[in-house]
């Protein structure tokens, strides 16, 4: 039997069981405060993700910003945000064949070396897109990368399905375990304009920044989908 847990108000979880092919109705959304949190992804797998919601369904500019540890050696995506018409309409993922970040907006892919990504480090990364301009940019630990087209003059709209941990293939699924995410994340945000260079480096530098107005990792509406675990953020001691 498969499971899922949808967290809700004070903190409190609630497991609930179901049979396979047995369709489900959410409840209404509760909000979550994940600060000094993380989630951890402990194996590869087809499955386990978690769903992120918003009320939010049109967007002509996009910031996600998240901390990630992992191993290097394997594909993984962290972000993917999937609508109707678009099953890519904002990704963030790794490709470790070819050594690149491999972002796609409105299906369309920008690509971005980065050798300073390194394995079993916390990183924070932050991808930007103003759909005007098509201009999209990744941040890594601070460092900005050239600004990349990918896609303009529409925006990502529709009923978005936001999952941490999977790439979506199709809308809400197609999920495969050469590209499941298998390590900790934590401090996701995502706005609905492109945040200033600053708001990043202060992002970045773990600084007061105005937390996300569509996703906010310290009111987050989510639901963890099988074996995915909500743990105390792991911290360096010096």
Same mark, same amino acid.
């Given at each position: 039997?498969? =499971?899922?847990?949808?967290?809700?108000?004070?903190?409190?979880?609630?497991?609930?069981?179901?049979?396979?092919?047995?369709?489900?109705?959410?409840?209404?959304?509760?909000?979550?405060?994940?600060?000094?949190?993380?989630?951890?992804?402990?194996?590869?797998?087809?499955?386990?993700?978690?769903?992120?919601? %918003?009320?939010?369904?049109?967007?002509?500019?996009?910031?996600?910003?998240?901390?990630?540890?992992?191993?290097?050696?394997?594909?993984? =995506?962290?972000?993917?945000?999937?609508?109707?018409?678009?099953?890519?309409?904002?990704?963030?993922?790794?490709?470790?064949?070819?050594?690149?970040?491999?972002?796609?907006?409105?299906?369309?892919?920008?690509?971005?070396?980065?050798?300073?990504?390194?394995?079993?480090?916390?990183?924070?990364?932050?991808?930007?897109?103003?759909? %005007?301009?098509?201009?999209?940019?990744?941040?890594?630990?601070?460092?900005?990368?050239?600004?990349?087209?990918?896609?303009?003059?529409?925006?990502? %709209?529709?009923?978005?399905?936001?999952?941490?941990?999977?790439?979506?293939?199709?809308?809400?699924?197609?999920?495969?375990?050469?590209?499941?995410?298998?390590?900790?994340?934590?401090?996701?945000?995502?706005?609905?304009?492109?945040?200033?260079?600053?708001?990043?480096?202060?992002?970045?530098?773990?600084?007061?920044?105005?937390?996300?107005?569509?996703?906010?990792?310290?009111?987050?509406?989510?639901?963890?989908?099988?074996?995915?675990?909500?743990?105390?953020?792991?911290? %360096?001691?010096?």
């Amino acid at each position: 039997m498969a =499971g899922f847990i949808r967290c809700r108000q004070m903190m409190m979880c609630q497991m609930t069981l179901f049979l396979p092919l047995v369709m489900l109705t959410a409840g209404v959304a509760g909000i979550t405060d994940l600060s000094g949190k993380m989630f951890t992804f402990p194996q590869n797998t087809d499955v386990a993700h978690v769903r992120l919601f %918003t009320s939010k369904q049109d967007f002509g500019e996009v910031t996600v910003c998240l901390r990630s540890f992992t191993e290097r050696g394997r594909n993984h =995506g962290f972000f993917s945000l999937a609508t109707p018409s678009a099953a890519n309409d904002f990704l963030i993922i790794w490709s470790e064949t070819k050594q690149e970040f491999k972002p796609n907006v409105r299906d369309v892919r920008a690509d971005f070396g980065r050798e300073d990504y390194e394995s079993n480090v916390w990183h924070s990364i932050c991808l930007t897109w103003d759909s %005007t301009s098509g201009l999209t940019q990744l941040w890594l630990d601070g460092k900005p990368s050239p600004r990349k087209y990918t896609s303009s003059g529409s925006n990502i %709209t529709g009923n978005p399905i936001i999952l941490l941990g999977q790439d979506q293939d199709s809308y809400g699924g197609g999920f495969s375990t050469d590209q499941s995410f298998v390590g900790m994340m934590s401090d996701v945000h995502m706005w609905d304009y492109v945040l200033s260079p600053c708001e990043i480096q202060n992002y970045m530098n773990d600084l007061n920044v105005t937390p996300g107005n569509v996703l906010n990792w310290r009111a987050l509406d989510f639901q963890i989908v099988d074996r995915v675990l909500l743990e105390n953020k792991q911290q %360096t001691c010096y």
